[in-house]
Every structure is written in C-alpha cells, then in structure tokens.
C-alpha cells in the first residue's frame, strides 16, 4: 500500500523560509513522478514541481520557478521541497503525489496517490 506522508507546513511571515518533506513507502519509487502541489481555499489544485525519482530530473511551474527548489533523497525514500522568500499568497495545503507515468505533470488527475496535505500559512 502507497503511503506518502507531508510534513513541515506550518505558521511562518513574509519573507521566511520552509522545507517541506514528503516520506514514500509501499513499494518502489524509482521509475515515479513525484509532485508537489498546492491548493488554497477556494482555488483549484496547482502543480508547484515535480521530480522523476530516477535521475531527479525537476519541473516547475512557470509560476514557481525561482523560489521553490523540488529534491529527493534515495536513501530515505523522501522527496523535498525548499520554498524561499515566502509571500501571503503561498498560504495554502501543499500536498504530495506520485504516479508511475502522468500523462501530464501539471494535471493532478493524473496523479495516482496523494499525502493528506501540510498547511503553510504565511502572514504579512
């Protein structure tokens, strides 16, 4: 059974920093994608970056580019994401996902298997 498990959301202000990570298990990771997204009340579920474990080839969204740094671990089965210079509109539940092929890497609905989500929230 897939489990990915988020962890370090939390309260931070303006200009702060956070690494968000993402524990794997269940099976092996190396031929997935793994994704990082986000999605704010109200607002639909956007791609923030995704990884190809193997060889950690990395996508951003053109939004995202420049300030959030997507990373995996190996050996811990674990998958980063280094946000920088956080503003109020990055408030929001970051969730992990993962699939062996999305057909797309900015469609969540191609996404097999999520974490329940960590929220980070930024305030002015």
């Known amino acids: 059974q897939v489990q990915l498990v988020e962890s370090g959301g939390g309260l931070v202000q303006t200009g702060d920093s956070l690494r968000l990570s993402c524990a794997a298990s269940g099976r092996t990771f190396s031929s997935y994608v793994m994704g990082w997204f986000r999605q704010a009340p109200g607002k639909e579920r956007d791609l923030v970056a995704a990884?190809?474990?193997?060889?950690?080839?990395?996508y951003y969204a053109d939004s995202m580019k420049g300030r959030f740094t997507i990373s995996r671990d190996n050996a811990k089965n674990t998958v980063y994401l280094q946000m920088n210079s956080l503003k109020p509109e990055d408030t929001a539940v970051y969730y992990c996902?993962?699939?062996?092929?999305?057909?797309?890497?900015?469609?969540?609905?191609?996404?097999?298997?999520w974490g329940q989500g960590t929220q980070v929230t930024v305030s002015s």
């Open positions: 996902a993962a699939d062996r092929s999305p057909v797309s890497y900015n469609w969540p609905y191609d996404y097999a298997y």
């Open positions: 990884i190809r474990w193997s060889g950690g080839v990395t």
